[in-house]
């Protein structure tokens, strides 16, 4: 075995390098396996598992710590530490929105209503089967109403609009009632039925018709008479256009009688219906005003050629 010359500087140069490699790779083992001390406290204190870490990763202050063998008996808690990231996410444009889609809230459904069921009208147990007559002229008197049908009793009363009118009972099929000029003074229609006064006994309807009364189809157009007496009444005649010329007491169309003439109206009543009609005086005819045209000229006895 060669041995070494110390007094060589060279060699001495080798040994002390070789001396303080030595030296280091000891210093870095112990520091590796064991720490210094307080440094290894601070470690042990880092390394202590916080509740909910959010990423653990081994340390690696050291490339030869890294680097270094693990053995069985090492604390792996040792060397592990929590990392702390405060990462902030990055800046997202908004999504652009349409201005023309918006929410639309859902339409109210409604029930439909609920219609009852009608219930049927009972049958009236009264029957009325006909009316004499059935058809009047308004605006003339009192009449004498008849009316025939079934199970009439003495206590059913003739109603006409609701008013209980006076009633003769007849016998089962068959009452009768008179009805006032009131009741029929316009035309139309009245309903008519018999019920008792405390409306459990009552019958169907019957429809009393009221006309309109004839009118006289003339035109009182003139009078011909002195300052202090007029007796005749010029008439006109609307469907042909004649002209009439009447006197008091005059039968007009053979049912209008002429009662009253004056220069502001005629008074006719019909004969058939004892109906009082007028007829105001008016200037407006096919032929004009009597009174305005000139009188023709009556040729005289005692005129010779």
């Not at 006289?216 to 008439?235: E, Q, S």
Request: no cysteine; aromatic share 6%.
């Amino acid at each position: 075995m060669q041995t070494t010359d110390i007094r060589n500087p060279n060699e001495r140069k080798k040994l002390i390098g070789a001396g303080v490699l030595g030296l280091l790779a000891i210093i870095l083992l112990w520091w590796t396996f064991f720490g210094f001390g307080s440094s290894a406290t601070k470690v042990s204190q880092r390394a202590t598992p916080s509740p909910t870490p959010s990423r653990i990763v081994r340390s690696t202050s050291n490339s030869a710590q890294s680097d270094a063998p693990l053995e069985s008996g090492e604390d792996l808690l040792g060397q592990l530490r929590p990392v702390n990231s405060n990462l902030s996410s990055p800046a997202v444009q908004e999504a652009r929105r349409n201005i023309f889609v918006y929410y639309e809230p859902p339409k109210r459904v409604e029930n439909p209503p609920v219609i009852p069921t009608p219930t049927p009208t009972p049958e009236p147990p009264k029957l009325l089967a006909n009316l004499s007559p059935a058809n009047v002229y308004a605006r003339t008197g009192d009449f004498t109403l008849e009316i025939a049908g079934d199970k009439f009793t003495p206590q059913m009363r003739v109603t006409i609009e609701g008013n209980e009118l006076p009633t003769r009972f007849r016998g089962p099929q068959q009452v009768s009632a008179t009805v006032p000029a009131a009741l029929i003074a316009s035309p139309g229609t009245r309903q008519v039925m018999l019920r008792s006064p405390d409306g459990i006994l009552y019958s169907n309807t019957a429809t009393l018709n009221v006309a309109d009364p004839p009118r006289p189809n003339y035109t009182y157009i003139g009078i011909i008479g002195g300052p202090t007496h007029i007796d005749i009444a010029i008439l006109q005649d609307k469907s042909n256009k004649e002209i009439l010329n009447i006197q008091r007491g005059d039968l007009l169309g053979g049912r209008f009688r002429l009662t009253s003439i004056s220069e502001k109206e005629l008074v006719l009543i019909d004969n058939n219906l004892k109906i009082k009609h007028t007829l105001a005086f008016s200037t407006q005819s096919d032929r004009g005003n009597p009174l305005q045209r000139p009188t023709p000229r009556v040729e005289s006895e005692d005129d010779e050629p």
